[in-house]
């Protein structure tokens, strides 16, 4: 059940659609409305809000594309397997 799913996930991580849905988000997530909400002299554990927003979402974005990799070698596998 477990290789079902790991298989749907990479499947759908590998669609074009999904790069390009991506892509806008993080480039909305960089303009004007959003880092105008986290410029703000607010500190979260010391750090300032717009600090810890740019570097979060640097390490998110970090991740999803390891996610992206992953799910291309997943699916080149698939397909050397059956030729």
């Keep these: 059940m477990g290789h079902r799913i790991i298989t749907r996930v990479m499947r759908y991580l590998n669609l074009k659609e999904t790069w390009v849905i991506l892509f ?4 909305i997530m960089l303009n004007f409305p959003f880092i105008h ?3 703000t002299p607010r500190r979260i554990f010391g750090i300032p809000a717009l600090f810890l927003y740019l570097f979060l979402g640097w390490m998110i974005s970090i991740c999803i594309i390891y996610l ?4 291309i070698d997943h699916v080149d596998k ?4 059956q030729s």
Excluded: T, Y
């Excluded at 698939?78 to 397997?81: H, Q, R, S, T, Y």
């Design 24 to 27: 806008i988000l993080g480039f």
């Design 37 to 39: 909400v986290f410029s």
């Design 68 to 71: 992206f990799v992953k799910a």
């Design 78 to 81: 698939d397909k050397g397997e």
